[in-house]
């Protein structure tokens, strides 16, 4: 709510004037700063509103409910003071007060993290019905100022119960206001009623909405890239495999193959028809003109008995080779060609591939969707599907993406302290106290530069003085770990930071081959709190580089061919990025965990809700 954000600028701008070591001009320009944003939240507490104009466009037929939000921003309510509104939602908590002849129900919708004081007399719905934490509630009442002492401005006095969906108290498992992260995992269709990750819902909602307003405003075109393909972008083989064959190979596999006793059966039913017809045809040419008679009319019957005997003979073979019920080339290997695709598929690892393709043609573009790894991963890190957002940029270099990558990871800072501040203090208040700061940073400064070369200087430099890695092992063309990572972005840049140039022998075949002959024109982004946020790199567009390169690693150039004629065709310079979309929103929420930072997490053994 916009006036929360004034609201908590100005304390902070208070804060900064306490600081003696500001300078006369400093000071002038903080105070100013700060009597703007006064003016600004005096502004919009004032903005008067009406039952009319807050009431949802969509929730008119029914009940003209209004969101909480709406009757709460800039004024905490009092404008609509003696009006009659409706507002609904589940209740946060309940207690009854003068023996039982009021209800008062702090009831959330969602909308923001704040709860609406309901208060409900006992002649217009029993206290027992409605006072259970998890009862769904919609009411009709008279908004009235609140008592002089109590922490909310405005209540809401009800007049007419409009429905009640009741809940049952003793098995409702979120109950309690504090519950462990890893127990609401487990209530995964529940867990969105508590404050924490409704907050981290509407935060993940703004993240999405600025991603594409950022790239929208700088001229990208949205593409939808596919979910199912046959490559693999990253040739790490992490994929999750998709195939209709394997219900057709249990119905399969619950027969025993056919023994080589019984194909030999089959073979010699088989000769006997085809004797058959051998003597039959014989008959028809040579025999007297009764035979002749006679052959015409058994030849059809005995072709047919043939041509049965032939393709059950086909049938038992394949079932022999059927291994496992699963259909097999003559090498052993799986028999795709009867598959769905008619080949081997998977779930996507990364639009990438795709996205160049649309570059190559449309030069802005970018993707935005779910991907997925099939990596045995169980850190706080990994998740087997996750989103993730990746441009591609025809006619830019590795320092053009770089740019693009740091720009937009600051304007969605810059909009998340903007549209979710109430949500950021909640969240810091429980989990991490230095969050917003870390935002505001990332949001007010321009990210570190180094090589990846430098980056092993500088950790070298920190074993020898003591620092502890758990892998202390540093050397040019080791893979950094995230403890590395962390430690450049935090330590010593305390910032984001571009880190480019790594070896080519641990990046991916599509970056391009720097003139030193050991590095490839890739960067990664390092973020304090969380390591690796983005990984990008400039494309190979030169093509007999690529193809020796997928030889060189001993990838199939024909599976790659479409790739490859994109640099035999009018090929360009081109570069892109993919951020991951959880990670993004465990930096600007200060989450540990990966898992609660998605509304339905993946995990090896876990795909609830
Ligand atoms: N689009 C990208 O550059 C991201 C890269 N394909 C990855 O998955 O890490």
């Known amino acids: 709510m916009a006036a929360t954000v004034a609201a908590f600028e100005v304390e902070e701008l208070r804060k900064k004037l306490q600081d003696a070591s500001l300078s006369e001009s400093e000071k002038k320009e903080t105070e100013e700063k700060m009597s703007a944003r006064q003016k600004e939240l005096e502004q919009l507490k004032s903005a008067k509103k009406s039952p009319g104009s807050i009431a949802n466009p969509y929730s008119k037929s029914l009940y003209m409910r209004a969101a909480i939000r709406d009757v709460l921003s800039g004024d905490e309510g009092v404008s609509l003071i003696g009006e009659t509104i409706v507002v609904g939602g589940w209740v946060k908590t309940g207690r009854t007060a003068e023996k039982g002849a009021f209800t008062f129900l702090e009831i959330n919708d969602g909308s923001c993290p704040t709860s609406l004081q309901v208060l409900v007399k006992a002649e217009i719905e029993n206290p027992d019905r409605i006072k259970q934490t998890g009862v769904c509630v919609v009411v009709e009442g008279e908004l009235k100022a609140a008592p002089a002492e109590s922490k909310q ?51 993940r909602n703004c993240l999405a909405f600025a991603t594409h307003r950022f790239f929208q405003e700088s001229g990208f075109q949205y593409v939808h890239t596919p979910i199912i393909t046959a490559s693999d972008c990253e ?60 052959a015409k009319q058994d030849l059809k019957p005995a072709l047919d008995e043939l041509m049965a005997a032939k393709k059950a ?82 006619f830019a270099d590795l320092f053009d993406v770089m740019q693009c990558a740091e720009d937009y990871v600051r304007y969605c800072c810059v909009r998340v302290l903007e549209e979710c501040m109430d949500d950021l203090v909640l969240l810091s208040k429980m989990y991490d106290k230095g969050c917003i700061d870390r935002v505001r940073a990332v949001a007010s400064q321009p990210f570190g530069r180094c090589s990846y070369t430098e980056a092993i200087e500088i950790l070298k430099k920190a074993v020898a003085n003591g620092h502890k890695f758990e892998n202390n092992e540093i050397e040019w063309g080791m893979d950094m770990g995230s403890e590395h990572e962390r430690y450049i972005s935090e330590k010593v840049f305390k910032k984001p930071v571009c880190c480019y140039n790594y070896p080519k022998a641990i990046k991916a075949f599509y970056m391009r081959a720097n003139e030193d002959g050991k590095t490839v024109a890739s960067m990664d982004v390092l973020v304090p709190g969380v390591g690796e946020l983005i990984g990008g790199s400039q494309r190979e567009e030169r093509y007999e580089v690529l193809v020796s390169r997928l030889e060189e690693l001993n990838l199939d150039p024909k599976v790659y061919e479409w790739y490859t004629d994109l640099r035999k065709f009018g090929t360009c310079v081109h570069s892109g990025f993919g951020l991951g979309f959880e990670r993004l929103i465990l930096f600007c929420t200060g989450m540990e965990n990966i898992r609660d930072v998605i509304p339905f997490p993946r995990w090896p053994g876990n795909a609830r809700g």
């Open 235 to 294: 040739g790490a083989g992490e994929m999750f495999q998709i195939t209709t064959m394997l219900a057709a190979a249990e119905e399969a596999g619950k027969k025993p193959p056919p023994t080589e006793e019984y194909i030999a059966s089959l073979k010699a039913a088989a000769s006997a028809a085809g004797s058959k017809v051998a003597d039959i045809k014989k008959a028809s040419k040579e025999g007297s003109d009764e035979d002749k008679e006679k």
């Open 153 to 203: 401005k405005t209540e809401l006095h009800v007049s007419k119960m409009l429905h009640v969906g009741t809940c049952e108290a003793a098995a409702y498992p979120i109950a309690k206001s504090k519950l462990s992260l890893e127990f609401l995992r487990e209530k995964i269709h529940l867990r969105v009623r508590t404050n924490t990750i409704a907050a981290i819902q509407r935060v």
């Open 313 to 394: 003979v086909e049938e038992a073979e394949a079932a022999a080779k059927n291994v496992g019920g699963l259909p097999r080339t003559a090498t052993g290997g799986i028999d795709y060609s009867t598959d769905f695709f008619g080949q081997p598929v998977n779930m996507t690892v990364s639009g990438q591939l795709q996205a160049e393709i649309y570059a190559c043609a449309m030069t802005s573009v970018y993707t935005f969707g779910p991907t997925f790894r099939a990596e045995n991963s169980h850190t706080s890190r990994h998740l087997a599907e996750f989103w993730m957002i990746e441009p591609e940029i025809a």
